[in-house]
């Protein structure tokens, strides 16, 4: 069974804080994902990385930053939270992306909230 | 080009009646074109997917239908039941090399509540 932990379920900060976000994935997967979810706009990807030490950038990128220093290991950083990124976040694996299986395994998510 | 539009944005279907969730893509590099399932307090789950070869997959109650050249596919509930009340999400990518050509990329939802 694919298995991918966030580090917590709800997170609670303040505005100028700097808040990470841990993403463990148990499955070899080369691919990690980091998305926002938000009522009436979907999924939209922040950051996703190919392989280790590697990270480019999605849709949405501007007050995120991202650091894979380990395989199973993805983690997502807000240099300076704001209230506009309070959302839930959601980090997902899958195989190489070339490959047939392009499936995302999920996370939780962690549901942040910024005073 | 590289949106996929959802609709509709919610949904309430009784028990037993059929739930139909419609997306339409523009980008004909798509080549795979996958469901998810989210309960909440959960993250999305695959449900189905199709590959633009085929116009229809079934998978129990869940089927899709692809109308390539409309460039638009649908998911159908059969005999809709409570415990399928969710956000359902649909998604295409494109292309069989790396890349951001490879990412998801997501309609905006549909919830889905189906009545007792």
């Known amino acids: 069974d694919v298995k991918v932990t966030q580090s917590s379920r709800y997170l609670v900060k303040r505005t100028g804080e700097k808040v990470f976000l841990e993403c463990v994935q148990d499955?070899?997967?080369?691919?990690m994902f980091w998305y926002r979810q938000d009522p009436g706009l979907g999924l939209r990807l922040i950051y996703f990385s190919y392989d280790v030490k590697m990270k480019e950038k999605g849709d949405i990128p501007e007050g995120y930053s991202v650091s894979r220093e380990k395989k199973e290991r993805f983690s997502l950083i807000l240099e300076s939270a704001s209230t506009n990124q309070t959302s839930m976040y959601l980090c997902a694996s899958s195989l190489w992306i070339a490959s047939y299986r392009r499936e995302q395994f999920f996370g939780p998510g962690t549901r942040l909230t910024v005073l | 080009q590289q949106q996929v539009k959802q609709s509709p944005q919610s949904l309430i279907v009784q028990k037993g009646g059929i739930s139909i969730i419609n997306c339409a893509y523009e980008n004909t590099a798509f080549d795979y074109f996958p469901w998810y399932q989210q309960f909440p307090g959960k993250g999305p789950a695959l449900l189905i997917a199709?590959?633009?070869?085929?116009s229809e997959k079934k998978e129990g109650r869940f089927t899709i239908s692809f109308n390539k050249s409309a460039k638009q596919f649908s998911l159908h509930i059969m005999d809709s039941q409570p415990g399928d009340s969710a956000t359902y999400f649909c998604a295409a990518s494109g292309a069989e090399r790396g890349g951001s050509q490879g990412n998801l990329i997501f309609g905006k939802g549909t919830k889905l509540s189906v009545k007792p």
């Open positions: 199709i590959r633009p070869d085929v």
């Open positions: 499955m070899d997967h080369e691919n």
